[in-house]
């Protein structure tokens, strides 16, 4: 039997929900136009992502005994955050609407906000070049956006990138637990009542889902393994990979929370006061990458954990490039990035992260006091004490070399491309 989320409202239904916003203009006014190529400006096939529209039925992909459980009837309110740039009308409108009209059985979804990072494309292209990849976010959207109940925009005046737009988006955040959601996602049946659960009972637990993935070619819906957790090499490149053979011998219910060294960053659900406790996100990292790791080691070396929640389950468009340009380069940015959190960090250790890394020796990546000061004054824990008690299945050196690994080892369903591991670290 296949077992469906709530299918698409009624018309009379939607449009009540959706207060004056306009739908159809909104989809209708930003169409591919015949003969572009519908993978140029996004990085998937815009063409199959428009044809969906702004809402679907999906598969619900959870393990039958999910359905089964019971959450508290007064679980806290939440506020979703969702970042985005350069993206398509049609994959943030179902992300906006898959969200807001998903069934929290509480009266207890906030807000919906939306910061968003418009792009100064001459300070980097060229004035007369325009780049695809780099168009601004008219006011305009922001506008018509808001006309969603629930939902408020925040537009940057200027590129400020994911790290300091959730920071910005988590401050003017009205509820007590936060939820960060990427922008090309959607969320499957019940999937914030187990995460927000898990908050509740414990404060310091920073949760995550199940990531399912769309296809970014023809926009299926298809299920992640749940037998993965998050992992990294020494070059700080996130990977999936399996749950250690005696963890994984020892779980005899398939919807209890998996322990995960790290997080995939995208979507994760977080105590706000907690959030704030640990000193945010580290605002001098830049546009995207390496704030995973940083979040990561943060949360479990001063004092909380992280999760995977088998029965939470959100799907994303995974890619294989940025749709976007980086003004300072792709690779310079993640060494920047990376370097930081390996500089605050990870003590001895960091000197794997240089040899597998060695371009990032003598790279600028600023000042650390701040984050060195905020490390002391929350008494965290060494990296050593990571090692041994969160990741101890972490090779040292040449012993962990990045394996490459198919799409169809880490998915149960069928797909056609082949992807490595690390192609599977939510981009953008
Ligand atoms: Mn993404």
């Known amino acids: 039997m296949l077992q469906v989320t709530q299918p698409p409202h009624s018309e009379q239904n939607q449009n009540q929900q959706l207060g004056s916003f306009d739908e159809k203009s909104y989809l209708s006014a930003k ?59 049609s994959t943030l409108l179902r992300t906006i609407k898959s969200d807001v009209f998903t069934v929290y059985p509480c009266p207890c979804l906030s807000v919906v906000m939306c910061a968003i990072n418009p792009c100064k494309c001459g300070a980097f292209v060229g004035l007369n070049t325009p780049s695809p990849l780099c168009s601004a976010l008219p006011a305009e959207d922001c506008q018509l956006l808001t006309q969603i109940p629930k939902v ?20 003017s955040a009205s509820a007590s637990i936060l939820t960060f959601l990427d922008s090309h996602c959607e969320v499957n049946a019940d999937w914030l009542q187990p995460m927000i659960q898990r908050v509740k009972e414990d404060h310091t637990r920073v949760v995550s889902p199940i990531i399912d993935v769309i296809s970014l070619d023809n926009f299926a819906y298809l299920a992640a393994s749940a037998d993965l957790r998050g992992g990294f090499d020494w070059s700080l490149h996130f990977k999936w990979e399996q749950i250690p053979i005696e963890q994984k011998m ?46 990561s080691f943060r949360v479990w070396m001063c004092g909380g954990s992280l999760e995977i929640l088998p029965c939470s ?18 690779a310079l940015t993640y060494i920047k990035n990376t370097r930081r959190a390996a500089e605050v960090w990870m003590d001895e250790y960091k000197q794997y992260y240089y040899s597998a890394r060695p371009s990032a020796q003598g790279k600028a990546f600023g000042s650390i006091t ?26 040292y050196g040449a012993q962990n070399q990045k394996q490459q690994f198919t799409m169809k080892q880490v998915y149960s369903y069928c797909v056609t491309k082949l992807f490595t591991y690390s192609d599977m670290r939510i981009k953008d």
């Open 313 to 330: 389950r959100v799907g994303h468009v995974f890619r294989k490039r940025h749709p976007y340009d980086f003004p300072e380069g792709n």
């Open 370 to 395: 701040d984050r060195l000061t905020l490390r002391r004054k929350l008494n965290c824990k060494p990296f050593r004490w990571y090692m041994e008690n969160v990741y101890p299945e972490l090779r």
């Open 31 to 89: 169409q591919l136009k015949p003969g572009d190529d519908p993978y140029r400006e996004h990085a998937f096939n815009l063409q199959e992502s428009d044809r969906l529209g702004g809402e679907r039925a999906i598969r619900d992909t959870r393990h039958y005994r999910c359905a089964a459980l019971n959450y508290d009837a007064d679980l806290p309110s939440t506020s979703i955050i969702i970042t985005f740039h350069n993206e398509a009308r």
């Open 152 to 171: 408020r925009c925040l537009r940057n005046g200027r590129r400020e990138g994911l790290i300091r737009s959730r920071v910005r988006g988590a401050s």
């Open 250 to 295: 020892a779980r005899n219910d398939p919807t209890q929370p998996i322990r995960t060294p790290v997080i995939a960053g995208g979507i994760f659900v977080m105590d706000k006061s907690w959030f704030n406790h640990l000193g945010q996100y580290d605002t001098h990292m830049d546009i995207w990458g390496g704030e995973n790791f940083e979040l």
